[in-house]
């Protein structure tokens, strides 16, 4: 009987192990959640969850999350170690502009709101790109100089940046 049991905490000892060493696909998921803005499933978020059947190695530092490609269409994921993993997370497509309204129109004056762990400022701004509530343009604030970045159009008038808890740089580009 003893036996029994050793062989059996043997066995259960490497499944505890190996989840110790991977990352958590939940996680990824909701970092992909966060990035773009919408669920699983909807326009613009994952077209699914990450597969399940995938063991990637955990990470030292946060995963890192960026655009892949000029359509906006798929998310790179990847782990910052040396040599670790990356994975492409293809993204539901956003409602085409042809079906969707324009909220925003280019060269139209907007409220730039950006939000981060306790605070939230707005200025004025310019409106880069056209686009529908929920997708994401290029808006550069009031002084002619500045940098254009990416936001998400809210609604109409007003676009959105939040810098929340993460360090992926999303809409800085």
Avoid at 79 to 104: E, H, K, M, N, Y
């Amino acid at each position: 009987m003893m036996k029994h049991k050793l062989l059996l905490a043997a066995l259960a000892l490497p499944a505890t192990a190996q989840a110790q060493t991977l990352t958590d696909l939940a996680a990824l998921d909701r970092a992909v959640e966060q990035f773009t803005g919408a669920a699983i499933g909807q326009p613009g978020g994952a077209n699914q969850p990450v597969d399940r059947r995938l063991h990637l190695a955990r990470c030292d530092a946060p995963p890192a999350l960026s655009w892949y490609g000029t359509g906006r269409d798929t998310l790179l994921i990847r782990c910052p170690d040396a040599g670790s993993w990356r994975i492409f997370v293809p993204l539901a497509a956003a409602a085409s502009s042809a079906t969707a309204q324009p909220a925003v129109l280019r060269g139209e004056a907007v409220t730039i709101s950006v939000e981060g762990d306790g605070f939230s400022v707005a200025q004025a701004g310019e409106a880069l790109d056209a686009g529908a509530v929920g997708s994401w343009i290029r808006v550069r604030s009031g002084n002619d100089n500045a940098q254009p970045f990416r936001a998400r159009i809210v609604r109409p008038g007003l676009v959105a940046l939040d810098l929340g808890s993460t360090s992926s740089g999303r809409g800085l580009q």
